[in-house]
Structure formats: C-alpha cells, structure tokens
C-alpha cells in the first residue's frame, strides 16, 4: 500500500514569514497534485508536476518534485492571511489513482 | 481550466429516506469521477471510482448497496445514499479526472449531508 506522509499537520505563523509544507513516500509517483481547501468547499487545483526535479512557482508558492518523484515541497514566501486554508498533496500511482496526504491546515495571523 | 459542479450544496433529511447527489462536468467529457466524503479536520477518503458506462468500483468497508452511484453520461455522475442515518452525516466530494494529465482530478464545491 503507498502511503504519503504529508508534515507539519498544523502550522500557525505571523503574516510575512516563509513555511515549507513536505509531503514523502518510499514509492514513485506518476505525478503530484497539491490542492488548497476552504472550510465547506471543495479542493483547489494549485499545481501537478510530472518530471523529476521540476519546480513550478505560483506568485509566491513554489512546488517541487523530487528528483525520484517520491516527495514532493510546497514553499510559501511572505505568507499572508488569505494563504489560510487547509493545504492537500495527492501522488498518482501508476493507475493514475491518487494517493493522499493527511493535510496541512495553515493559519497566517495578520 | 475543467469545471465541476455539483448538487445539491446542502442537504438535510429524515433518518431513512434517501439522497441522491449529482456531480457533472461543465467543460469536458470525465469517462472517470471519484466520489469521497470528508471528515471534519481531516483528509479525503475515496469512497468509490465511478466508470461511465460500467459499475462503480467500491473501496473497502463502503457499503455499495447503501451508496448507490450511476455514471450514465460523460458529464454526469450521481451518489444516491439510501435509507440514510445520522452516521451518514458528513461532507461529499466528487471529483473528475481529465485524460491525459496522469491523473489530475479537479473537484466539485462538495455536499454538506445532514440526517436528522
């Protein structure tokens, strides 16, 4: 069974401060999707990487995917209040069905 | 970018009778949704893939004669959860994979289920 440890569960900072929210499994991944999710709605595509190494930046939160495309990274510069949400990685085994991360539920204190 | 609605938003019913919840894809053809539920605080757990045109394929311990799901169209596919109980209280999600992007599901707003 894949399994997809998503760290830290739970992280509170002071608005512009930088964080790293990690997400590793022993297994390879065919892709990583890291979503963002309101209370009552439903998860927010922010990205999908697919190659090993590769690094995409969205405004102020770059994503990047392990070399072996086993883990996987969401950076965030100068955090602000409306980055709060719960943050979600999800790996695509290679029947493309996604394996998921606990959870990073993010508050950014103004 | 692909588009998932669903339906209804909220929902609140009686202990026993039954829900049925649509999910459709607004901009594209999904030939595979997903339906989860989501605890309070916690993750998402894949309740069952949804093929169009073929059965469900149910995760273990999901009851597939309590959550009933039809894909008829490849923009439509829907939860029916029968004879509901309190314990059947919960937040569903249903999700679309789009061809081609090895594996990427874009998400409906979700369904908030409330048996009385």
């Known amino acids: 069974t894949q399994l997809l440890e998503q760290s830290p569960q739970f992280l509170s900072i002071q608005e512009g401060e930088n964080l790293t929210v990690y997400c590793n499994s022993s297994?390879?991944?065919?892709?990583l999707q890291w979503y963002r999710q309101e209370p009552g709605e439903g998860p927010v595509l922010l990205v999908t990487?697919?190659?090993g190494g590769e690094v995409k930046k969205l405004k102020r939160l770059t994503f990047q995917f392990g070399d072996a495309r086993k883990d996987s990274s969401l950076h965030i510069t100068a955090a602000q209040p409306g980055d709060t949400g719960l943050y979600l990685c999800a790996g695509a085994d290679s029947n493309y069905q996604l394996i998921w991360g606990a959870g990073t539920k993010l508050i950014i204190k103004p | 970018g692909a588009v998932v609605s669903q339906h209804p938003s909220r929902v609140i019913c009686k202990s026993g009778t039954s829900v049925k919840i649509e999910c459709r894809s607004l901009?594209?053809?999904?030939?595979?949704m997903f339906w989860y539920r989501q605890f309070p605080k916690q993750s998402l757990m894949l309740m069952a893939t949804?093929?169009?045109?073929?059965?469900?394929?149910?995760e273990q311990g999901v009851e597939k004669d309590k959550f009933l799901i039809n894909h008829a169209s490849l923009t439509l596919s829907t939860l029916t959860v029968t004879s509901a109980h309190p314990e059947d209280s919960s937040f569903y999600i249903c999700?679309?994979?789009?061809?081609?992007?090895?594996?990427?599901?874009?998400f409906g707003p979700g369904t908030r289920l409330l048996v009385l």
């Open positions: 999700s679309a994979r789009v061809a081609g992007t090895r594996g990427t599901q874009y």
């Open positions: 949804s093929n169009e045109g073929s059965k469900a394929t149910y």
């Open positions: 990487v697919v190659t």
């Open positions: 297994s390879v991944f065919s892709s």
């Open positions: 901009d594209f053809q999904a030939t595979t």
